[in-house]
């Protein structure tokens, strides 16, 4: 069982801080998706755990060793890329066998292991196709079982589902899941730009932005309870809007809103974060008008865009019978529940 | 650029012949006819004969052919070897050692070949490397002369090579070595058989160096065609010109047939 600690992890290139004082453990057996867009970082840190990159400073342990110094093939480490990387010259069965072939395994061992990760793929039938015989999911397959062959104690996801259509990658999201089930010790760091995959599939989840660490906890807690506007608006999406902090709740463009939580002060400023779905169409608690500026018709949902005194919120509803116009004046509402309060520019997305 | 109407595309193939055939395949032609001429003063050849490459395929001929091939394998194989390990371990320098690498291989190609000849005759016609008079003086001056080749193409195509396969390997457990033998050198392999093809053509056609250093045992096709038609056979001479041109292109021909697994990506 070997966890992975980044213990104040700095990576720069050329003077550009990619990567800025990373404290993050991931425990033995658990699965940590690394969240963020493109240039957060969370690439590097992949990497500065397989050992492509040379952290600065801070050290990288995996299962408690010090790795920070040791070369890529000393880290036991299995790795997965988003363009899979298999070896155009080698048989299916040959791509998988590699690694144990190089770290010298009993020859009499190969064949059952590469069989036993074949297998675990559903890939078996294909070991003595080469791999531009596959198609792009069979080669993830491929991939995945190369880097389970040697039977490692971290498995480093980095975007392994980008290169795949959507119907494919919800298929694979599944897959991954049932592996990580049957494989429970093997600690897993996925990285990500894709919320959907994050949620689904960790047990807790870093939200990275710009080299740093933004947000770390459980997708149930980032959802619900976002610390920082930049979660929030990064994981699903929510409405960010402008309040002063009341007693019991929260001034809103001169509108009294009543929360049942808060963490501030009465008379600070904040930030309220609402989740589009959870906001309901017509009167209610907590209502805000405004008029339609946009309405897209999602197939089982309508997304409303609505100016609200200068503020665009976005809601998902059901599909609506009577679709509103362009322009219409409608109310919004949500349950004093649903709402969240952050401290105003922790971290302005 | 794709030309889709009828006359537009006889108009490229015209434009084609008009400049392909004078410039390249006349000239070749000509040494063709030659070949098999007895004499040559009206605007054709005459006296069609077989007696030039009766001779062209015997005797000192056969024997400076000989020569060539095995000069041209060694060569190549040695630039070859030399050009990608090189060229290997110019792509883990840093930019400034590149560029300094790159310019210290390209430099026997810009040096005029006779240069280069000289060069090598000066520095080993006395002890303690004493390699004048021998046919490996002959080997090393054309090694140096093709290894920028070789380094060139294969540094090309190391820079192609996508990086993620050997962090892949390296991420499975494979140490540099194993990545090396295992991944790179089997990805490369398509370039490093052009890369011995060209530097077994240009070997098989170098003269200017050759004729400053070779030795009365060992005296490639080229220098035996210069000696030839310098004596006035012109027409024997053209023969053995088409034997080197013939066999060199039946290597070539050969080694592009050499398709690598690697080559079907």
């Given at each position: 069982m070997s966890g992975i600690r980044f213990d104040g992890v700095c990576v720069a290139y050329d003077g550009n801080t990619v990567l800025d004082r990373l404290d993050l453990t991931v425990e033995p057996g658990e699965v940590m998706a690394l969240l963020g867009?493109?240039?957060?970082?969370k690439t590097t840190a992949l990497r500065a755990v397989a050992g492509f990159v040379r952290p600065v400073a801070g050290r990288v342990l995996i299962g408690g060793r010090d790795v920070t110094a040791l070369p890529p093939h000393k880290r036991g480490i299995g790795m997965v890329v988003?363009?899979?990387?298999?070896?155009?010259?080698?048989?299916v069965e040959d791509n998988v066998a590699f690694g144990l072939k190089a770290q010298k395994a009993p020859k009499s061992e190969i064949p059952g292991r590469v069989a036993e990760a074949l297998e675990m793929t559903g890939m078996?039938?294909?070991?003595?196709?080469?791999?531009?015989?596959?198609s792009g999911g069979q080669q993830q397959r491929v991939a995945i079982a190369r880097a389970l062959a040697i039977r490692p104690g971290v498995l480093l996801l980095d975007e392994p589902l980008s290169a795949l259509d959507a119907q494919l990658r919800s298929g694979m999201l599944a897959e991954l899941a049932r592996l990580h089930r049957e494989l429970p010790d093997v600690s897993i760091l996925y990285v990500t730009h894709d919320q959907v995959e994050a949620l689904t599939l960790a047990d807790r989840i870093a939200v990275m932005d710009r080299a740093r660490l933004q947000d770390c906890g459980t997708p149930q807690e980032l959802y619900?309870?976002?610390?920082?506007e930049f979660t929030a608006s990064f994981v699903g999406n929510a409405n960010l809007l402008p309040v002063t902090v009341a007693d019991g709740g929260a001034v809103f463009e001169g509108r009294a809103l009543t929360l049942d939580r808060g963490r501030a002060a009465p008379g600070a400023a904040a930030t309220l974060c609402v989740r589009p779905h959870l906001l309901g169409l017509?009167?209610?608690?907590?209502a805000l008008s405004g008029t339609i500026a946009e309405v897209q018709w999602r197939g089982s949902t309508h997304r409303l865009y609505v100016d609200v005194d200068g503020h665009r919120l976005k809601a998902d509803l059901p599909e609506l019978r009577e679709t509103p116009a362009l322009g219409d004046r409608v109310t919004l509402h949500f349950e004093p529940r649903d709402a969240v309060l952050l401290a105003a520019g922790v971290s302005r997305a | 650029m794709l030309v889709h109407s009828r006359a537009g595309r006889w108009a490229a193939w015209g434009l084609f012949g008009l400049l392909f055939l004078p410039l390249f395949a006349l000239p070749l032609l000509v040494v063709v006819a030659a070949s098999f001429?007895?004499?040559?003063?009206?605007?054709l050849p005459s006296g069609p004969t077989t007696a030039n490459y009766a001779a062209a395929v015997r005797g000192e001929s056969l024997q400076a052919l000989t020569t060539s091939l095995i000069t041209a394998v060694a060569a190549s194989l040695l630039a070859l070897t030399v050009g990608t390990w090189a060229a290997l371990a110019g792509a883990a320098l840093r930019r400034r050692g590149k560029r300094l690498l790159d310019a210290l291989f390209m430099l026997p190609v810009a040096v005029p070949s006779v240069v280069v000849g000289l060069a090598v005759l000066v520095a080993f016609s006395r002890p303690p490397v004493l390699l004048n008079g021998t046919g490996s003086i002959v080997v090393l001056a054309h090694t140096v002369l093709v290894t920028a080749f070789a380094h060139r193409s294969v540094s090309a195509a190391i820079v192609r090579l996508d990086p993620a396969y050997e962090q892949a390997a390296a991420s499975l457990g494979a140490r540099p070595a194993y990545v090396l033998w295992r991944v790179r050198l089997p990805l490369l392999l398509p370039s490093l058989t052009a890369a011995a093809g060209l530097c077994f053509a240009l070997s098989m056609g170098e003269l200017s160096a050759t004729m400053m250093l070779y030795p009365p045992d060992w005296t490639p096709l080229p220098v035996r065609i210069f000696t030839a038609t310098d004596r006035g056979s012109l027409f024997s001479g053209s023969a053995v010109a088409v034997v080197l041109m013939a066999t060199t292109l039946l290597v070539l021909l050969a080694v592009s047939r050499i398709r690598t697994r690697a080559s079907y990506r």
């Open positions: 867009p493109s240039g957060s970082g988003q363009q899979y990387a298999l070896f155009p010259h080698m048989r078996a039938a294909y070991a003595r196709r080469y791999p531009r015989e596959l619900r309870a976002p610390r920082t017509g009167a209610g608690p907590n | 001429a007895t004499y040559w003063s009206g605007a």
